[in-house]
């Protein structure tokens, strides 16, 4: 017989959980300097860890940082003091690896939010925050995550980048009162 609705919820938290546990205490430290540090940011992914850096990027723009997300209309060229954050889950993708290829030609430092430390893009990367979840590259096999395919690291994401958000909103001396100013109001 199945697992029950709440039995599969809490089996993917403690997962989630797990993954978090696996991550050393200032594993956020560099992806954090590396962003204070930036004059702007561009931030890219695909599918779903596309949407989390999306919200990522949001949250950058909250807290008064110069922060876009690739492919809008209103992304800026980066350049020199820029930073180019991207999610490669499984190690490798043309598209995040062709883009860096371009920050980097450009003078802006890249980041790779990634698993799989050991792949083309983390090697070539400035920083690599590693989030030790199963994505797609490695979702065959023995002990898989009750999640699909790569969505322990996708909902990892999320859960990483907002510990990243509070750490940066110490720093920048924002509170949530100073977040909300900058929240749309057209919704």
Same mark, same amino acid.
């Given at each position: ?10 089996? /993917?938290?403690?997962? &989630? ?9 200032? /594993?956020?430290? #560099? *992806? ?10 561009? *931030? ?20 008064? &940082? ?21 999610? +490669? ?8 690896? /062709? ?21 083309? /893009? #983390? ?8 989030? #030790? ?12 995550? +009750?999640? #699909? ?10 859960? +990483?980048?907002?510990? &990243?958000? &509070? ?21």
């Amino acid at each position: 017989m199945a697992d029950s609705f709440a039995e599969t919820a809490h089996r /993917a938290l403690a997962e &989630l959980g797990a993954v978090v546990d696996r991550m050393p205490e200032s /594993a956020i430290d #560099p *992806l954090m300097q590396a962003i204070l540090s930036a004059k702007r940011m561009v *931030l890219h992914g695909l599918g779903r860890e596309g949407l989390q850096m999306r919200g990522l990027a949001m949250r950058l723009f909250h807290m008064g &940082l110069d922060a876009h997300v690739w492919g809008d209309m209103s992304m800026p060229p980066l350049s020199d003091g820029d930073l180019l954050i991207v999610a +490669v889950g499984p190690g490798h993708l043309v598209t995040a690896e /062709a883009l860096m290829e371009v920050a980097e030609a450009a003078g802006a430092k890249t980041a790779v939010v990634t698993a799989q430390p050991q792949g083309p /893009a #983390p090697r070539r990367a400035d920083v690599v925050l590693t989030i #030790p979840a199963q994505t797609m590259a490695d979702d065959r096999g023995g002990d898989l995550s +009750v999640l #699909p395919m790569g969505s322990l690291f996708e909902v990892s994401q999320m859960l +990483v980048f907002e510990m &990243l958000v &509070l750490k940066l909103r110490d720093r920048l001396g924002e509170t949530a009162e100073t977040m909300r100013r900058r929240h749309t109001n057209l919704e």
